[in-house]
């Protein structure tokens, strides 16, 4: 199967930007629809975005529409999620994650294959 590896994460200033990577290996990437997922202390592995396998569609979670986007670079097997208007409460651990399909489910971590180790991202007000 797919392994995917994050990488960008770190500590920025409320309303400052960061970039995510997520390096493919294996399985073509172009074969998985992708999604981004993060996860805070306490809580639940949430949904942020998805993206289809041509990267033609894309789905967002409310807390990051308008300030989040997912693309994706088939000839570099790279998926990114860029982040703007970072806000404190964005603060958590930060997943990729490589599922069969993209479509409605998407949003639910079961419909993904093979995730990340995630990468950390701190926001400071």
């Known amino acids: 199967q797919v392994q995917l590896v994050e990488s960008g994460g770190g500590l920025v200033q409320a309303g400052g930007s960061l970039r995510l990577s997520c390096a493919a290996s294996g399985r073509t990437f172009s074969s998985y629809a992708m999604g981004w997922f993060r996860q805070a202390p306490g809580k639940e592995r949430d949904f942020l975005a998805a993206l289809s396998r041509s990267g033609g569609s894309t789905y967002y979670a409310d807390s990051v529409k308008g300030r989040f986007t997912i693309l994706r670079d088939n000839t570099k097997n790279t998926v990114y999620l860029q982040m703007n208007s970072l806000k404190p409460e964005d603060t958590a651990v930060y997943y990729c994650?490589?599922?069969?399909?993209?479509?409605?489910?998407?949003?639910?971590?079961?419909?993904?294959?093979?995730w990340g180790q995630g990468t950390q991202v701190t926001v400071s007000s």
């Open positions: 994650a490589a599922g069969r399909t993209y479509g409605p489910g998407s949003y639910r971590t079961g419909e993904y294959e093979s």
